[in-house]
């Protein structure tokens, strides 16, 4: 594991936040969100790992985006961790553009906690009907 984390803070030291080891072979790196898309861009492109999937979730002190991907030779895996602290108005570059794969979870992620991911090539209801009242994101807790 340390020698992808060494290569990731080579590459990447001056937009890294925190790097965290929770458990064995997980490791959580944090970034601004606008560094997201070069963090993402290098472990795909660079170090060859798997987009597993992205995760979203309502926290007090924002909504936190979680991109997930494994290096499948080692079983490393690897979640690149950001904080949008404008619950407001919560948006972040999408990385669709970089990995065609992250379509749909940034698609399912925009209408389930309302983050608007910028550059997204077709951000439109994927689980919810179309008709679906605008500003309601069911996994948002103001809207319980």
């Not at 340390?2 to 790097?19: A, F, G, N, P, T």
């Not at 601004?32 to 926290?59: H, Q, W, Y």
Request: with cysteine; aromatic share 6%; proline share 6%.
């Amino acid at each position: 594991m340390e020698d992808i984390i060494s290569h990731i803070r080579d590459k990447l030291k001056d937009s890294i936040i925190k790097v965290e080891e929770k458990a064995t072979p997980r490791v959580y790196i944090e970034f601004k969100p606008e560094n997201i898309p070069e963090a993402a861009e290098f472990v795909f492109k660079e170090l060859g790992c798997r987009m597993i999937t992205a995760s979203g979730i309502d926290t007090p002190q924002g909504i936190e985006i979680l991109y997930h991907f494994s290096q499948d030779v080692s079983g490393k895996v690897i979640s690149l961790r950001t904080l949008i602290t404008n619950k407001k108005s919560p948006e972040i570059d999408s990385i669709a553009h970089i990995i065609k794969g992250a379509e749909w979870i940034e698609r399912e992620i925009w209408e389930l906690l309302g983050v608007n991911f910028k550059g997204h090539p077709d951000l439109r209801h994927l689980l919810l009907i179309d008709d679906w009242p605008e500003g309601k994101h069911p996994l948002r807790k103001d809207n319980r």
